[in-house]
Antibody
Framework: EVQLVESGGGLVQPGESLRLSCAASGFTFTNYALTWVRQAPGKGLEWVSVISGSLDYTNYADSVKGRFTISRDRSKNTLYLQMNSLGAEDTAVYFC???????????????WGRGTMVTVSS | QSVLTQPPSVSAAPGQKVTISCSGGSSNIGNNYVSWYQRLPGTAPKLLIYENNKRPSGIPDRFSGSKSGTSATLGVTGLQTGDEADYYCGTWDSNLSAGVFGGGTKLTVL
């Protein structure tokens, strides 16, 4: 079964850091781009970042550029999102999603995790 | 403010048909494939349409997609109460070098 399971969410104070993980199973990890998408309370989906399947090219939303870093560990079939300088605007459920393609410049995600909640508050 | 524009809500009676529009520009919808997602309360988004009009296996043909110029449309026929959800369009924006979603449309089956 193709599956993505996120972890690492929680409550942090403004300015702190957090690293999210997404464990993948059931598909060839390096054949597909992987993406982080978030949804703030009462808001719509927001695309956050993507990493390509084989060459680790990365792209970021302007709202997180310079603060967030996406990466993957092929030996562990795990995707990461390192989030620094967190602010209240980063409070959201964070989903990892598998792309239909190996490359970044497409936005079609056929497998999603259940999400992990990140709350930034003092 | 989303890059892609969707109506906040649509509604129709059971058995009827509804369409949801998604409007963008030349850097996103105009030159890239569009996908559509269904988000039922408390669940992860589900891919309904990819590459403008293709359905993944398991998605009933009641759901359809189309694209013309810088706009895309999701159609749902034979509405069921179980179709009540939020629907999102998404695509790549070549100028932003980023993925983009519409603001979402809440479908109510009256």
């Amino acid at each position: 079964e193709v599956q993505l399971v996120e972890s690492g969410g929680g409550l942090v104070q403004p300015g702190e850091s957090l690293r999210l993980s997404c464990a993948a199973s059931g598909f060839t990890f390096t054949n597909y781009a992987l993406t982080w998408v978030r949804q703030a309370p009462g808001k719509g989906l927001e695309w956050v970042s993507v990493i390509s399947g084989s060459l680790d090219y990365t792209n970021y939303a302007d709202s997180v550029k310079g603060r967030f870093t996406i990466s993957r560990d092929r030996s562990k079939n795990t995707l990461y999102l390192q989030m620094n300088s967190l602010g209240a605007e980063d409070t959201a459920v964070y989903f990892c999603a598998k792309s239909l393609y190996n490359w970044n410049d497409a936005a079609a995600f056929d497998v999603w995790g259940r999400g992990t909640m990140v709350t930034v508050s003092s | 403010q989303s890059v892609l524009t969707q109506p906040p809500s649509v509604s129709a009676a059971p058995g009827q048909k509804v369409t949801i529009s998604c409007s963008g520009g030349s850097s996103n919808i105009g030159n890239n494939y569009v996908s559509w997602y269904q988000r039922l309360p408390g669940t992860a988004p589900k891919l309904l349409i990819y590459e403008n009009n293709k359905r993944p296996s398991g998605i009933p043909d009641r759901f359809s997609g189309s694209k013309s110029g810088t706009s895309a449309t999701l159609g749902v026929t034979g509405l069921q109460t179980g179709d009540e959800a939020d629907y999102y369009c998404g695509t790549w924006d070549s100028n932003l070098s980023a993925g983009v979603f519409g603001g979402g449309t809440k479908l109510t089956v009256l």
